[in-house]
């Protein structure tokens, strides 16, 4: 525990408040964080995603079905249990039970996958292949659906609001991005069993460097910029992600027989906090935008201490079971 607090949370709170502090100073502001997770979202992820799976092997791809399946299951399981949760509110549209999907239902995977998970379980193919399969999961599944339910509920607010468009376009335009097709390419590239040239790494090594350090850093500025209102929903929002969303995981992790490197992985990726995307759509729909940037900030100081107990807890329920 003295080692995922010392090499895995302590770096992520330095970096993040250097980025608070320079946002509240006004060395940076808002504007300046979106150019800097464009970096990281369009960049740095998509090399660092795609050369860390590139070097796996097939046996391996197999070997993580459980993986994708308790990845899908839990997570997007999770993200409509908080959109039906925060539509029963009193007062809440379906647009904010969708935003609120949107954040407490997704882990911020892009943005803190890597940061946390390497100085945990080390820089493997095995960590990049959970990165991949969940931000999949959050970018390429989550995203498209809460867009499609809030949409929905907002024309029926206002009829004619909202333009008529294919449910799938959402999908396609998610999977058009670079961090959801530089992963897909390097499974395609290890199931065709073409071998990697080790030469090729260190170009995408470098920029792949710049992914943790400057998303931490990036949120920090994110959070100097928001209006933090703790209210009930916002306290409800952060229970269902740090509390709820890890449980889950865990739960069908055990009821799949799971591998256990690959369960501690998982459950540790489902505690993140709430996904940064989720503010970015609340804010350009000006929709639950106070209360999903509070739950937010409460969810990332609320890490500090979920992360540690969610791997002390994997272990204990592995060893219960005789894992």
Known sequence: MLHVILYAIVPIIVVMLAGFISGKKGIFDGDDAKKFNKVVLDFALPAA???????????MLAAD???????????????????????MIKGNTGADAAVSALISGSPTIGFLGFAVLEPIFGTTPAVA???AIVGIVVNAVGIPVGLSLMNASLEKQQPGSTKKESAWKPVLHALAQPVAWAPILAVVWVVAGIPWPKYLSPSFDLIKGANASMAVFSAGITLSAIKININFQAILGSVMKMIVMPAVVLGLGLLFHMDVDNLKMLVVAAALPPAFSGIIIADEYNTYVSTGTTSLTLSVILFVGFCPLWLWLTDLATHSVGF
């Open 129 to 131: 292949l959970v990165v």
């Open 49 to 59: 995603l795609f050369v860390s799976i590139v070097q796996a092997s097939r046996e």
């Open 65 to 87: 079905l459980k993986l994708t399946l308790v990845s899908l299951i839990g997570i997007m399981g999770c993200f409509m249990l908080v959109y039906f949760v925060f539509r």
